[in-house]
């Protein structure tokens, strides 16, 4: 009965604790797209970000995060989507190519104190569930630091 009653106290604990992480968890943005484009920009060979993020940079917003980009003070629950595409250039022009990634920026003050109140998630290409964060964020907010005077965020609303 003994053994019974640990095992189910540990089943329990695995339990909560896989739940707490999933509670942790960016959802893929749905319909991001027609949430409001901030700016786009490529990134080409020879850049010091090149590996992993060449390629056609387009960023959307929702409302929140719109004002956020204006004020650089972003509310709790703005969130930003960073959608990375690959690119071809052929006869001097570029076009979009398969998409990289889906990265998304969430707000929360509180639940994600220790990346500077963002959480940060990355889909591979066009999954809305392989992820490619696997440090809580951590190596994100590392070079997001150098934005700390607009909230931890590059982007910025051009006028």
């Known amino acids: 009965m003994k053994h019974f009653l640990h095992l189910t ?3 329990s604990t695995l339990t909560i604790s896989c739940l707490s992480q999933a509670d942790d968890r960016v959802d893929y943005p749905e319909d991001y797209r027609s949430w409001t484009h901030i700016k786009s920009m490529v ?3 020879g850049h010091p970000l090149e590996n992993p993020f ?8 929702n409302d929140k995060a719109v004002d956020g980009t204006q004020t650089g003070k972003f ?3 703005s969130v930003l989507v960073f959608d990375l595409l690959g690119y071809q250039t052929q006869d001097n022009a570029s076009t979009e190519g398969d998409r990289v990634l ?3 920026m969430v707000k929360n003050s509180k639940r994600y104190a220790k990346t500077g109140g963002w959480a940060f998630e990355g889909f591979k290409g066009n999954s809305h569930t392989d992820r490619l964060v696997e440090d809580g964020g951590q190596s994100c907010f ?6 700390q005077d607009h909230d931890y965020v590059f982007s910025h609303w051009r006028e």
Do not use: N
Not at 54 to 61: A, D, E, F, P, R
Not at 142 to 147: E, G, L, M, R, V
């Open 43 to 45: 990134l080409h060979p």
């Open 54 to 61: 060449k390629g056609i940079h387009h960023v959307y917003g």
């Open 9 to 11: 106290l540990l089943a």
């Open 142 to 147: 590392a070079c997001h630091t150098s934005q």
């Open 75 to 77: 509310e709790d629950g």
């Open 102 to 104: 889906v990265g998304v």
